[in-house]
């Protein structure tokens, strides 16, 4: 079975630190093109970054850029999001999300973080909350 796994959400201060991890079971990430989402109540679910199969090559969304790094360890089948300098319109659930296809990699590589729609497989989320 398929599944990946979000873990590392919690409450924070603004100006604080989380690492958010996405762990995969079933297959391996190292083919896979991984992106984080996230939505906050109200709101339509949002590409925050995205990172290509071999870790080479990464995108943000320009609200994140500067504070939010991707990176995976593909022999631990993992990718994480380190969120510094947190904000609280970041408060949202966060999701991770993987697709296999070439184009969704292209897409992430040369355009933009890649859409919700382009990805089959999603973990259950991690709500992220920033306030004082």
């Known amino acids: 079975q398929l599944q990946l796994v979000e873990s590392g959400g919690g409450l924070v201060r603004p100006g604080g630190s989380l690492e958010l991890s996405c762990t995969a079971s079933?297959?391996?990430?190292?083919?896979?093109?991984i992106s984080w989402f996230r939505q906050a109540p109200g709101k339509e679910r949002e590409g925050v970054s995205c990172?290509?199969?071999?870790?080479?090559?990464?995108r943000y969304v320009d609200s994140v850029k500067g504070r939010f790094t991707i990176s995976r360890d593909n022999a631990k089948n993992t990718v994480y999001l380190q969120m510094n300098s947190l904000k609280p319109e970041d408060t949202a659930i966060y999701y991770c999300?993987?697709?296999?296809?070439?184009?969704?990699?292209?897409?992430?590589?040369?355009?933009?973080?890649?859409?919700?729609?382009?990805?089959?497989?999603w973990g259950q989320g991690t709500q992220v909350t920033v306030s004082s």
């Open positions: 990172i290509s199969s071999s870790g080479g090559n990464s």
């Open positions: 999300a993987a697709s296999p296809m070439a184009t969704v990699q292209a897409k992430c590589i040369l355009d933009s973080v890649p859409l919700p729609s382009d990805f089959g497989y």
């Open positions: 079933g297959f391996m990430v190292d083919h896979y093109t």
